[in-house]
C-alpha cells in the first residue's frame, strides 16, 4: 500500500511538473533546478553567477529552504527578484510548492528563473519541479566518493559543478575520480570546477547558461 502511495504522489507531481514546463515556456522562461548538499555552496554559486551574467539575460531566483529568508536577502541584495519558500520540513521543493511561488513572480519579463532546492542529495532527486535543467553542485569538501555513493541525484543531472576549489591544495579530494565518475554515470553532462567564492571560472557557466537562454528564445 505505502508503495502504491508513494507512486501515486510522483505521478501527481510530475503531471504538475508538467504544467509548469508548458507556463514556462509559454513565458520564455529558461527554468534551471540547482541541487547539492546543504552548505555546498549554491546560493554563494548564483551570486557569482548573477555577477557574471552581468544583465545578458534577466533572471529571477525561486529560494527553497525548510526554514527562514536569509538565502532570498542574500539574492536580493543583487536587485534580482526574489521568491522564499519554506518547506517546513520537507527535505525536497515539489512542482506544487514552484507552482505556487510563480505566483509572486513576472514571468514573462523573465529569461532565466534559477530554482535553490533544499539541501539534500536525496529526496530533490525523485522531484521534477518542471524545469529544463538541472545542475548539481559538487563541493570540494564534501569529498570525492559523493558520486558513488548518491548516484541518482548526479545521474539525472544535465551538469556538475564542482565549487570551492581554492580548497582543492588542503584537501585530498580526486577531481579526475569525480569527473570519471560522472562521465560513467552521466556521459552528456557538462562539468565545470569553480570557485564561486572568488568568482573563478564562473564566465563560462554563464556563457553556456546564456546560450541556453537564447536558443530557448530567451
Ligand atoms: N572557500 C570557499 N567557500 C565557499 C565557496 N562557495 C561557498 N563557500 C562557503 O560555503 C558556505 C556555504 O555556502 P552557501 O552558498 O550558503 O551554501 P548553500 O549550498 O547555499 O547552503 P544551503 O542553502 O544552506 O544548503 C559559506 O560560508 C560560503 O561562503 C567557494 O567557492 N570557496
Ligand atoms: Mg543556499
Sequence with gaps: MKIVA????????DQLAEENRARFKENGAFAVNIVGSPGCGKTTF????FRSLDGRVAPAVIEGDI?????AERIEKQGVPVVQINTDGA???????VTAAMDGLELDKIELLVIE????LVCTAG???GENLRIVILSVSEGDDKIAKYPAIFQRSHALVITKTDFLAQSNFNVER????????????EIFQVSALHDQGMDTVADWLVEKCKANGG
Excluded at 6 to 13: E, P, Y
Excluded at 67 to 71: F, L, N, T
Excluded at 91 to 97: G, R, V
Design 178 to 189: 569525480v569527473v570519471g565518475d560522472m562521465r560513467r554515470l552521466a556521459p552528456e553532462a
Design 46 to 49: 548564483l551570486e557569482s553567477l
Design 117 to 120: 532546492n533544499v539541501g539534500n
Design 6 to 13: 508513494a507512486k501515486k504522489i510522483l505521478r501527481a507531481n
Design 91 to 97: 527535505c525536497h521543493l515539489d512542482a506544487t510548492m
Design 67 to 71: 526554514a527562514s529568508s536569509i538565502d
Design 127 to 129: 522531484f521534477d519541479l
